[in-house]
């Protein structure tokens, strides 16, 4: 019963890296989303996709790129890091919009520092 | 540009105790959603209001939507320490399940 997991959990970079968040529902979910949470702030959606293969600009989508290559998977990139990207980073999936009474189910979180 | 403003955005308040937390938003929607997060925490769905006048309730909690005044409310009966939590709305204004969330009301239940 594992809903939407996040990999990893934690991770520190250096201005300049790069690095790959991994989300994976299990839920056969069509919609996947990648929001950030600020301090003191609601989450903000960065990107989203609609389906395998398909991926759209939320929000707040500079500085990132996303993929969803499986309809289980959706891979949220960082090319370059920069501090203001320091955030916690939130997964989460849902049916379409034809089923509004289900809610979006979120993932654990991913606390990434950039320094 | 769409604002969801929640208030307050701090809440400290005794058990036993009755509130309301409020939130309103400055364009047409007939979806709202509230989240509950604890620290550190993933969010929780809590309620879905689907359309005008749509109330729910779960335990001490009870949500309501009204669209017309772009407004939905939270009311909390005979708080408890467990609800010690924060507190989202969010809306989806165009249906297309791209929420915007507002800023939270962080609830602390005091003994």
């Known amino acids: 019963n594992a809903g939407v997991t996040q990999t990893p959990k934690f991770r520190v970079l250096k201005t300049g890296q790069s690095m790959t968040l991994l989300c994976a529902q299990d839920?056969?979910?069509?919609?996947m989303y990648w929001y950030r949470q600020d301090p003191g702030m609601g989450l903000r959606l960065i990107h989203y996709?609609?389906?395998?293969?398909?991926?759209a600009k939320g929000e707040v989508p500079d500085g990132y790129n996303v993929s969803r290559l499986k309809k289980q998977n959706f891979l949220l990139g960082l090319e370059s890091a920069a501090p203001s990207q320091t955030s916690v980073y939130f997964c989460?999936?849902?049916?379409?919009?034809?089923?509004?009474?289900?809610?979006?189910?979120f993932g654990d979180g991913t606390r990434l520092s950039i320094l | 540009e769409l604002k969801v403003e929640q208030n307050p955005l701090f809440l400290s308040m005794q058990e036993g105790k009755n509130y309301t937390i409020y939130c309103n938003y400055s364009?047409?929607?007939?979806?709202l959603y509230w989240y509950r997060q604890d620290p550190g925490k993933s969010l929780e769905s809590l309620f879905v209001?689907?359309?005008?006048?749509a109330v729910k309730q779960e335990g001490r909690l009870m949500a309501s939507l009204d669209t017309k005044a772009r407004l939905s409310t939270l009311h909390i009966t005979a708080a408890v320490h467990d609800l010690s939590a924060t507190y989202f709305c969010?809306?989806?204004?165009?249906?297309?399940?791209?929420?915007?969330f507002g800023s939270g009301t962080r609830l602390l239940v005091r003994p």
């Open positions: 839920m056969n979910h069509e919609y």
């Open positions: 209001l689907l359309s005008n006048g």
């Open positions: 989460a999936s849902s049916w379409s919009p034809g089923s509004p009474n289900q809610p979006q189910h």
């Open positions: 996709s609609v389906g395998e293969g398909t991926t």
């Open positions: 969010a809306v989806d204004p165009d249906s297309s399940y791209k929420l915007i």
């Open positions: 364009t047409t929607s007939d979806r």
